[in-house]
């Protein structure tokens, strides 16, 4: 079945330094790619999302695209900050229209 | 954007008691809804998917009797934990898919559960 991987955390970077959380997936045909973010004590937030290759979602200074050659949808930032500490979830949606979840990296920022 | 109302936010009960968790879609209208447990340090694991009117599809290895949902209308489901003990105690969310188109996902805020 499809499925999510996703780099192991907890990843510690000082801040404003350059940020990539790897996530590559298999899947049959070609599923949406989702980013979730969710900060200590709160539910879960999209972050950004791509639904077909090549495509490049953004938002809040982070990037992740989708490539098809390499099934894969690496998130990246150029400078993170004190506040993108969080648990960042890497998902797809398969063909049901359910979320198969990669397990979460933990990501802390150090100042 | 769309909102997902998910109530409450945390609560504490006794042993044997029964807890109920709402979740709402606030500017949509939402078929289906889905119902997540987290524990900690972990993924989310999906329970129940909750469709409008019809009986909710339980994911293996969980227990409807415990676990009951109800989707009563387009705006809201509800998940209630009966005769809670210690080991059902952790974080619940809920997120509810558009009327309007399979994607994405919207997700309430969750709700911590603990029970002493």
């Known amino acids: 079945g499809d499925s999510v991987t996703q780099m192991e955390g907890p990843v510690t970077l000082s801040e404003e330094a350059f940020l990539t959380i790897n996530c590559t997936y298999t899947?049959?045909?070609?599923?949406?790619l989702f980013w979730y973010v969710q900060y200590p004590g709160e539910g879960l937030q999209l972050l950004l999302k791509?639904?077909?290759a090549d495509d490049k979602g953004s938002n809040k200074g982070f990037e992740a695209t989708y490539r098809k050659e390499t099934t894969s949808f690496h998130l990246e930032k150029g400078s993170v900050q004190v506040s993108d500490s969080a648990v960042y979830f890497c998902?797809?949606?398969?063909?049901?229209?359910?979320?198969?979840w990669g397990a979460g990296t933990k990501l802390i920022i150090k100042p | 954007g769309a909102v997902v109302s998910q109530h409450p936010s945390w609560v504490i009960c006794k042993s044997g008691t029964s807890v109920k968790i709402e979740c709402r879609s606030l500017d949509f209208q939402a078929t289906t809804m889905f119902w997540y447990r987290q524990f900690p340090k972990q993924s989310l694991m999906l329970m129940a998917t909750s469709n409008e009117g019809s009986k909710a599809t339980y994911e293996q290895g969980v227990e409807k009797d415990k676990f009951l949902i109800n989707h009563a209308s387009l705006t809201l489901s509800t998940l209630t934990v009966t005769s809670a003990h210690p080991e059902d105690s952790s974080f619940y969310i809920c997120?509810?898919?558009?009327?309007?188109?399979?994607?994405?996902?919207?997700f309430g805020n969750g709700t911590r559960l603990t029970v002493t």
């Open positions: 899947a049959t045909g070609y599923p949406s």
């Open positions: 791509a639904t077909k």
């Open positions: 998902a797809l949606v398969d063909s049901n229209y359910q979320l198969i």
């Open positions: 997120s509810a898919r558009d009327l309007q188109g399979g994607e994405p996902l919207h």
